[in-house]
């Protein structure tokens, strides 16, 4: 029985019931883990298609590729759920939001969703080309998750497409290490199509160099304890959609709105408190 795991002096174990509980381990002790079989074959296309015409949207809006690349953005189609649907599916895949909420707790909400387009020889050219966090700036751990990032991958990820590069365990260290350590260390991530990447978004990745003759696209959604700001107002993106529905209110952060005044913020609890309350028995 050479598969029996044998320990001594050992007295403290996780125990994983569930494959719930084996992912939220794999994030919390390595930084990432790989779910399979997240999105058809119907969606890829449909995601794929839609991606690239809500970026050249985008393109429009601004002015121009020129402007998105003077502002450091360039081949990203920021906030693609303001813009259709289907992006909004990702973000509310239940899959991914189970292992969200075993690491996060059940109040959380979207603080990001972005369109990476990995483009052949050019990607460098973007920041998420670059190593980072997904919560930038910050160089301070702590004992739980702040945010885990979902990355949706449209395309296959691989050592030529570009598939994202992540530095295992580095979501527990507050310093960016030595380039010596990061050049041993470093490791690609390799993901069919149809994949979700789950990272702990303190963790150290980057984009990798795509030289294949495809572009290699991605959308990326960052979930975060309420107490961080999120990167768009998704309550005046989305025009005040899906406000009536108790669980993307939350997700997408309308309970966090900040109210004018002392009245105002007394009187939306009161409402809370009103609609939560059991009906009167009739006489």
């Not at 966090?133 to 395309?155: E, K």
């Not at 470093?186 to 984009?207: F, N, Q, W």
């Not at 979930?223 to 961080?228: G, R």
């Amino acid at each position: 029985m050479h598969n029996v795991i044998k320990t001594f002096g050992i007295k403290e174990f996780n125990l994983a019931s569930s494959d719930v509980d084996l992912r939220a381990e794999e994030i919390r002790l390595v930084g990432y883990t790989i779910l399979p079989d997240a999105l058809s074959l119907k969606d890829l296309e449909a995601g794929r298609a839609k991606l690239d015409r809500i970026y050249q949207t985008q393109l429009g809006e601004i002015g121009g590729f020129d402007n998105l690349k003077a502002i450091g953005d360039p081949y990203t189609a920021m906030c693609p759920l303001a813009y259709d649907d289907f992006f909004l599916s990702l973000a509310a895949d239940r899959q991914v939001l189970a292992i969200v909420e075993r690491l996060l707790g059940e109040y959380f909400i979207l603080m990001l969703q972005n369109g990476i387009l990995n483009v052949p020889e050019r990607g460098d050219d973007q920041t998420s080309g670059y190593w980072h966090r997904d919560l930038g700036y910050q160089h301070f751990v702590s004992s739980r998750p702040l945010g885990i990032t979902a990355i949706h991958c449209l395309d296959e990820f691989n050592s030529k497409t570009g598939g994202t590069r992540v530095l295992p365990g580095s979501h527990r260290h507050e310093v960016f290490p030595s380039e010596e350590f990061l050049r041993a260390h470093d490791r690609g991530i390799e993901a069919p199509a149809g994949s979700v990447i789950l990272l702990d978004a303190m963790l150290y990745h980057r984009g990798g160099h795509n030289t294949s003759p495809g572009v290699r696209r991605a959308v990326n959604t960052t979930y975060t304890l309420p107490l961080i700001k999120q990167q768009i107002d998704l309550s005046k993106a989305l025009n005040g959609r899906h406000r009536d529905d108790p669980f993307l209110a939350r997700l997408l952060g309308y309970e966090g709105e900040i109210d004018p005044n002392v009245t105002a913020f007394r009187q939306r609890r009161l409402r809370r408190k009103l609609d939560d309350a059991p009906p009167t028995a009739a006489k």
